[in-house]
């Protein structure tokens, strides 16, 4: 069975989901309260993308599309922490170019053990020994897994060559790779034989450069006519534009001239989608097939003709390799005057730049339609929501401290939020009741209940008091704060 090469693959990711987090009490004889112990849950594996010098084309991806990574493990009692999950290493051939769905960039893979984080496992949840607090003392909650990201990933092999052949189909691109390289590619004597692209590997003298036999291309390959635009992306990081042209065809509406200026225009409408030009790209005009002899005289005709555009023509025969060596040596200077054009490449530096102070890293968005819906979008948030078991009252009660800690609230009422409004947050949507102020302490009722939510009748207003703050060793201290009017008055013990 014949090797098959991909250059194009779409994959369908999916991190690993975090573990739920445990809540559990300790229970031991003579030790009745021996408080939370409720271990946290392993993070979620992440999807990797990996270069590696041993993958030379997405086929593996094309069979196998689907990948997923390992789910962290659930946090059980006595403080055990659930395990990770395992990261999934997804291998790809250097000069992977991933995209999503709408054409945009993501990463650039080029260089062995270059990698991507294609997709982020979630984050494990905490246990209720971590959420213990001095006003809960043991929480009968615990906070739940985040789903591991998901994501549909377009990945295109871009070759890494130097030189690029161009040419119309049948001109002698293969021909010449093969005895230029060790390259072994399908030669006949019909159109478009060459359906993948050929690496080969050249040296001359101290130099050696790589050199990529592009299927050949025809007027119209700009839009996707014969092979075009599956193939043009290879041509993207060539140094060189080597246009190899026919001196022998028998195409009466074809000369030599016509043919580069077809393949020219085809290349000045490609617009690369890793950026630069190729109009840019040095050229060079290789005069194919002069062991015809007929051939041999168009190519004397046209070599002037070629050189006052400015090109280096050199004359050459893959059958009787006349030629091949200046060929080769002139394509070296070539790669080599390019190659020193080039700025050095930056050093990549991470840069952090620290929160601004008044960042609280969500935003308040109103609906354009209803003037009564409000939008909280932030990282943070939508992840809190995600982790909250809304079965559970008092993880409810926590989420809302979570979110009056944060200054979504506050943030709400100077957008115009007022109670009763609807509010969403992810894909939870409920109506508006303003909770506990930030800051303020609530008492515990009951494991797993919270007193907010026990009596729906009562008002949700808040309004300011102050609170009486008893202490053992010492008169009484008298703090203001917010608290709800049916809150009661905590006492410290």
């Not at 270059?114 to 905490?126: D, M």
């Amino acid at each position: 069975m014949a090797s098959r090469f991909v250059d194009r693959a779409v994959i369908h990711l999916t991190a690993g989901n975090g573990g739920h987090g445990c809540a559990s009490v300790h229970r031991e004889k003579f030790k009745p309260l021996g408080g939370p112990d409720g271990g946290n849950g392993g993070n979620g594996g992440d999807v990797l993308l990996v270069v590696d010098a041993n993958v030379h084309t997405l086929l593996d991806f094309h069979f196998r599309p689907h990948a997923h990574a390992g789910n962290g493990k659930l946090g059980m009692g006595a403080h055990r922490n659930g395990a990770q999950g395992d990261t999934l290493i997804m291998k790809v051939p250097d000069g992977t170019v991933v995209l999503d769905d709408d054409g945009e960039v993501l990463a650039d893979l080029v260089g062995i053990g270059t990698t991507f984080v294609a997709a982020e496992g979630g984050r494990g949840g905490l246990g209720n020994a971590q959420l213990a607090s001095k006003s809960r003392k043991a929480p009968g909650f615990a906070l739940k897994g985040e789903p591991g990201e998901t994501r549909d990933l377009v990945l295109e092999l871009r070759s890494v060559a130097d030189v690029g052949l161009l040419g119309f189909p049948s001109a002698g691109k293969s021909s010449l790779i093969s005895v230029l390289s060790a390259a072994r590619p399908k030669i006949a004597d019909y159109p478009f034989t060459t359906l993948v692209p050929n690496l080969g590997v050249i040296t001359a003298d101290d130099n050696v450069f790589t050199m990529a036999d592009v299927p050949g291309l025809i007027p119209g390959a700009s839009e996707g006519k014969g092979l075009g635009l599956d193939f043009l992306r290879h041509i993207e990081r060539c140094a060189v534009l080597a246009h190899i042209v026919d001196c022998a065809t028998l195409d009466p509406g074809r000369d030599p001239l016509s043919d580069v200026d077809a393949l020219e225009k085809e290349l000045s409408l490609y617009t690369p989608s890793l950026g630069g030009d190729l109009k840019d790209r040095p050229r060079v005009i290789v005069l194919n097939k002069i062991d015809v002899p007929d051939a041999a005289e168009l190519a004397e005709l046209v070599r002037p003709l070629f050189e006052a555009r400015g090109y280096k023509v050199l004359e050459v025969s893959a059958i009787t390799r006349e030629g091949l060596r200046e060929l080769t040596f002139a394509l070296s200077e070539v790669v080599k005057e390019y190659r020193a054009a080039q700025p050095p490449k930056e050093e990549k530096v991470i840069i952090i730049r620290p929160t601004a102070v008044n960042d609280r890293g969500f935003k308040i968005v109103q609906d354009p339609e209803d003037e009564e819906a409000f939008f909280v979008i932030g990282r943070r948030p939508e992840r809190w929501i995600r982790q909250t078991d809304f079965g559970n009252d008092e993880a409810v009660g926590y989420l809302g401290d979570r979110l009056n800690r944060l200054g979504v609230e506050d943030a709400l009422a100077r957008a115009g939020a007022v109670p009763g409004n609807s509010i969403t947050i992810g894909d939870v949507t409920f109506d508006w009741e303003p909770s506990t102020p930030a800051g303020i302490a609530v008492r515990m009722s009951g494991r797993g209940t919270d007193m907010r939510l026990e009596d729906h009748s009562r008002p949700r207003a808040v309004e300011r008091k102050e609170s009486r703050r008893i202490r053992r060793d010492g008169p009484d201290e008298i703090e203001g704060g917010m608290v709800e009017s049916s809150a009661p008055v905590e006492r410290d013990s």
